[in-house]
């Protein structure tokens, strides 16, 4: 009987026996179908829109999905954007938008979703949020209907991107009944879609957000996983919901064997973000593209969201050659010590002035101020009456100005670029070296999720192939191991 040439344990009859895996046939089939898809295969979104308008349509066109990056965008570049998508894939190929949780100004919110509405976007990537708000609940209801089998249909489609067992259990139960009731009495709901409300969970696909770049809790995948599965499986049997919940991996997927792994453990779907930051569709620099192919793993850091600066949140940035990631800690640091600019001292507040802002409080303070007149004027006393909160909004202007240099590429403060990137880049340009990928010039996003998918496949049919080798004989010997019980339940039998 032949051999197998690289593995000599596993005959060549026994590997025409087994199944090949296609990277079409990675991930949970109805996912694929409900969204169009041809691999499970998504790119989150990423703020102002680097996860850009040609990204999307890109990923679309190879039927993959891709969320617009809407946060931090003018309204009529979020509308011409849609535009701009809908005429480029007028065909039904999947796009989505990306919806950002805002609880200090949730009319923000609620004017994106019906702008959602009015071009009829189906699918939101739902990001940042800690609780369920109103407008969500209202994309997730609008126009649900039951079919002639007794089906609930949902004409729109939440996937919630989430970091925590808690958060993703809000999502995992139906809308909250008090939301429910306030929009169905507002008239922003109808009877129908609140009766039906029961039946659904808030998020039909769960995408569970392992350590990443840009804001992150820091989670393994290896922990993360199993835990939203179980609480899924609990889920399921609580609500007695008759599809199933999905769960997808993200944070750290920058390679075929990231992706294989998680198909592994039992992901639905897969979603990348840090690498598709550096191809041609990214809506940021060429300075910044420069920088990040260069990373490797442990080229990052942690530093304070600017968002969410004064409760401590954290993102991941690059930190190799950059010195924003100890500015920003050293901002934070002196945030928590003092209770107002004017008790820091002089040596550090001249530092900060010349160092790190390059212009002077005073300057940045009324460049703030301007803003709070046209943004939200009822608010701008009581920030005036309280030192503290002055101080950390006077610092919170260096992460925005940090994020428009790197945007903007802005030559001689590179040192001071914001850029959020996880070590998923370092592993994919660990990957990619010596080959014509090496380049960002190189790398398009859709070309890139293709080499991921088939490039998993591959190795899976390989690694499934080596496991399958025979196993040497046992004696089974007085000393040999008993079987092992996978069933919980048997080891108290």
Same mark, same amino acid.
């Given at each position: 009987?032949?051999?197998?040439?690289?593995?000599?344990?596993?005959?060549?009859?026994t590997?025409?026996?087994?199944?090949?895996?296609?990277?079409?046939?990675?991930?949970d089939?109805?996912f694929?179908a409900?969204y169009?898809?041809?691999?499970?295969?998504?790119?989150g979104?990423?703020?102002?829109g680097?996860?850009?308008?040609?990204?999307?349509?890109?990923?679309?066109?190879?039927?993959?999905?891709g969320?617009?990056?809407?946060?931090?965008?003018?309204?009529?570049?979020?509308?011409?954007?849609?535009r701009?998508?809908?005429?480029?894939?007028?065909?039904?190929?999947?796009?989505?938008?990306?919806l950002?949780?805002?609880l200090?100004?949730?009319?923000?919110?609620?004017?994106?979703v019906?702008?959602f509405?009015?071009?009829?976007?189906?699918?939101?990537?739902?990001a940042?949020?800690?609780?369920?708000?109103?407008?969500?609940?209202?994309?997730r209801l609008?126009?649900?209907?039951?079919?002639?089998?007794?089906?609930?249909?949902?004409?729109?489609?939440?996937?919630?991107?989430?970091?925590?067992p808690?958060?993703?259990?809000a999502?995992?139960?139906?809308?909250?009944?008090?939301?429910?009731?306030a929009l169905?009495?507002?008239?922003r709901?109808?009877?129908?879609?609140?009766e039906?409300?029961?039946?659904?969970p808030?998020?039909?696909?769960?995408?569970?957000?392992?350590?990443s770049?840009?804001?992150?809790?820091?989670?393994?995948a290896?922990?993360?996983?199993?835990?939203?599965?179980?609480?899924?499986?609990?889920?399921?049997?609580a609500?007695?919901?008759s599809?199933?919940?999905r769960?997808?991996?993200a944070?750290?997927?920058?390679?075929?064997?990231?992706?294989?792994?998680?198909f592994?453990?039992?992901?639905?779907?897969?979603?990348?973000?840090?690498?598709?930051?550096?191809?041609q569709?990214?809506?940021?620099?060429?300075?910044?593209?420069?920088?990040?192919?260069?990373?490797n793993?442990?080229?990052?850091?942690?530093?304070?969201?600017?968002d969410?600066?004064e409760?401590?949140a954290?993102v991941?940035?690059?930190?190799r050659?950059l010195?924003?990631p100890?500015?920003?800690?050293?901002?934070?640091?002196l945030?928590?010590?003092f209770?107002?600019?004017e008790?820091i001292?002089?040596?550090?507040?001249?530092?900060?002035?010349e +160092?790190?802002?390059?212009?002077?409080f005073d =300057?940045?303070w %009324?460049?703030t101020r301007?803003?709070? #007149? @046209?943004? $939200? !004027?009822d608010?701008?006393q009581?920030i005036?009456?309280?030192?503290?909160?002055?101080?950390?909004?006077?610092?919170?202007?260096?992460?925005?100005?940090?994020?428009r240099?790197?945007m903007?590429?802005?030559?001689?403060?590179?040192?001071?670029?914001?850029?959020?990137?996880?070590?998923?880049?370092?592993?994919?340009?660990?990957?990619?070296?010596?080959?014509?990928?090496?380049?960002?010039r190189n790398?398009?996003?859709?070309?890139?999720? +293709?080499?991921l998918?088939?490039?998993?496949? =591959?190795?899976? %049919?390989?690694?499934?192939a080596a496991? #399958? @080798?025979? $196993? !040497?004989?046992?004696?089974?010997?007085?000393?040999?191991e008993?079987?092992?019980?996978?069933?919980?339940?048997?080891?108290?039998?």
């Amino acid at each position: 009987m032949p051999v197998h040439p690289i593995h000599p344990t596993l005959t060549a009859a026994t590997e025409r026996a087994m199944p090949t895996i296609t990277a079409e046939a990675l991930g949970d089939a109805q996912f694929k179908a409900d969204y169009g898809l041809r691999y499970a295969y998504l790119a989150g979104a990423m703020y102002k829109g680097i996860s850009s308008v040609e990204l999307v349509v890109a990923l679309g066109r190879a039927g993959m999905l891709g969320f617009l990056g809407t946060g931090g965008m003018a309204f009529d570049l979020l509308e011409s954007s849609i535009r701009s998508i809908q005429q480029q894939l007028p065909n039904g190929e999947p796009y989505g938008m990306n919806l950002l949780c805002n609880l200090d100004r949730p009319e923000l919110e609620e004017s994106t979703v019906d702008l959602f509405f009015k071009y009829g976007i189906r699918f939101a990537e739902a990001a940042a949020f800690i609780r369920i708000t109103p407008s969500l609940v209202r994309f997730r209801l609008r126009g649900i209907t039951r079919n002639a089998r007794g089906e609930i249909e949902t004409p729109q489609r939440v996937l919630a991107k989430v970091s925590r067992p808690e958060v993703a259990g809000a999502f995992m139960q139906p809308p909250p009944e008090d939301i429910v009731r306030a929009l169905l009495l507002a008239g922003r709901i109808t009877a129908a879609e609140a009766e039906l409300s029961r039946g659904i969970p808030m998020a039909e696909d769960i995408c569970v957000e392992s350590d990443s770049g840009g804001h992150t809790d820091q989670g393994v995948a290896f922990a993360l996983l199993p835990a939203m599965f179980a609480q899924r499986d609990a889920m399921m049997t609580a609500y007695k919901y008759s599809r199933r919940i999905r769960i997808g991996a993200a944070g750290g997927i920058g390679t075929p064997h990231a992706v294989a792994a998680a198909f592994v453990m039992g992901a639905d779907f897969v979603m990348t973000g840090s690498i598709n930051q550096c191809t041609q569709e990214a809506g940021t620099s060429t300075a910044v593209k420069d920088i990040l192919q260069e990373l490797n793993v442990q080229d990052t850091a942690y530093a304070p969201a600017g968002d969410m600066f004064e409760i401590g949140a954290r993102v991941q940035v690059a930190r190799r050659g950059l010195f924003f990631p100890a500015r920003a800690n050293k901002l934070y640091e002196l945030y928590q010590r003092f209770g107002s600019i004017e008790e820091i001292d002089e040596r550090t507040r001249q530092q900060i002035q010349e +160092k790190y802002f390059q212009r002077s409080f005073d =300057e940045v303070w %009324n460049e703030t101020r301007l803003y709070y #007149l @046209r943004a $939200a !004027p009822d608010r701008l006393q009581e920030i005036e009456r309280n030192p503290k909160q002055k101080m950390a909004l006077i610092f919170k202007w260096y992460f925005v100005h940090t994020t428009r240099l790197a945007m903007q590429g802005v030559p001689n403060r590179q040192v001071d670029y914001q850029i959020h990137s996880g070590p998923a880049l370092g592993a994919f340009n660990q990957w990619v070296k010596n080959t014509p990928l090496e380049s960002w010039r190189n790398r398009y996003v859709a070309d890139l999720g +293709k080499r991921l998918m088939h490039g998993a496949a =591959e190795l899976l %049919n390989q690694r499934f192939a080596a496991l #399958l @080798r025979p $196993a !040497p004989a046992r004696d089974g010997g007085a000393d040999a191991e008993p079987p092992y019980v996978a069933d919980m339940s048997a080891l108290s039998r």
